[in-house]
């Protein structure tokens, strides 16, 4: 992926905008994850921890062991764990493969776990974006269970079905792949979880200026910006609706990025889209996630939910 050319291509346009994935440096890992650990509006993180530790030993017992665990959007691996406790319960090793855009994350994952789980768990992580390491995971061989907790579905939507089907075309017939999806529908939970009151998310949202100021040398004055959102259904039932999120010019100014070789001009009141199609953080109805899978060439194999999270467990329809 070619960062600059996608960000100018981004901030060039008649309605502007930063890719998603951009946010997440070093710096906006660590804003996330204290997102995650203190926002109390913040709901899916603690529905999906507690629907997976509810069903994990279902889950093992529906896939075939061994396996490689391969862990897409890897974080902290939080929710990871809860998948290497119980297979570590009836095997004697593991080979886990943790992947993230970020760094950061990746190393000190598996610095973390390697001091937990010392010589049972064998890690091989992988650092870049989905479209370069699925390929990567799914080239490996033998049996592999890929997790994708809380991160598919903050992608494009149209992102979301040329990953899946990236996938779907590589599982071989006893691969499995897991995912998350929010289920949530009530508009008011749903932006209180995203525009909230104690601001951990305004954090991560506006470290894409902060991060352009470092990075590409821009001169972005962030007190300028202000972090706002929208939860929109889709006019195509078919589709989830999504937060539109953006930061929206306080004044009228004129911002320069030397490594992009432009000026940006924003008018008062103007937006920056968080993400390329305006959207992000989709929330899925039943008979959506149904036609997001036909969409990609996958097939249910289980399927377990609560008040907030489905957790899906997929193979390819291919």
């Known amino acids: 992926m070619d960062v600059v050319e996608e960000l100018k291509r981004g901030l060039n346009g008649p309605k502007k905008f930063v890719p998603f994935w951009y946010k997440f440096d070093e710096t906006g890992c660590n804003y996330y994850n204290e997102n995650i650990q203190h926002n109390k509006y913040y709901y899916l993180h603690k529905s999906e921890k507690q629907l997976i530790s509810e069903n994990v ?8 062991q061994p396996f490689l665990l391969a862990d897409l959007g890897c974080g902290t ?15 004697s090793t593991l080979t886990y493969m943790p992947v ?38 799914l080239n490996y061989p033998g049996q592999k269970l890929i997790v994708w907790l ?15 089907l990236l996938a779907s075309q590589r599982l071989y017939d006893n691969d499995r792949l897991l995912v998350t999806f929010d289920i949530t529908q009530e508009k008011e939970t749903i932006e209180n979880a995203y525009i909230d009151p104690s601001g951990f998310l305004a954090k991560v949202n506006l470290n894409v200026l902060h991060r352009l100021n470092k990075e590409m040398g821009a001169n972005f004055d962030v007190s300028q910006f202000v972090y706002e959102g929208e939860f929109i259904l889709d006019k195509d039932h078919t589709k989830p609706g999504n937060m539109h999120r953006w930061l929206r010019s306080l004044c009228k100014q004129t911002c320069s990025i030397d490594g992009l070789n432009m000026k940006v001009e924003f008018e008062k ?33 289980k399927l377990w939910k609560n008040e907030h999270c489905a957790m899906v467990l997929l193979k390819s329809s291919c």
């Open 57 to 64: 030993l279902d889950l093992m017992t529906t896939v075939t």
């Open 77 to 91: 691996a939080e929710k990871t764990k809860y998948f290497i406790d119980e297979y570590l319960t009836k095997e």
């Open 100 to 137: 993230d855009i970020c760094k950061d994350s990746v190393e000190t994952t598996s610095k973390t776990l390697s001091e937990t789980y010392a010589k049972r768990l064998i890690i091989d992580g992988i650092v870049g974006d989905y479209h370069t390491v699925i390929p990567k995971v």
């Open 150 to 164: 809380s991160g598919l579905f903050n992608l494009p939507y149209s992102e979301q079905i040329a990953l899946l």
């Open 269 to 301: 009141g103007e937006k920056l889209q968080l993400s390329k199609e305006g959207g992000t953080s989709y929330k899925y109805t039943e008979n959506q996630l149904n036609t997001l899978f036909e969409r990609s060439n996958l097939k249910i194999v």
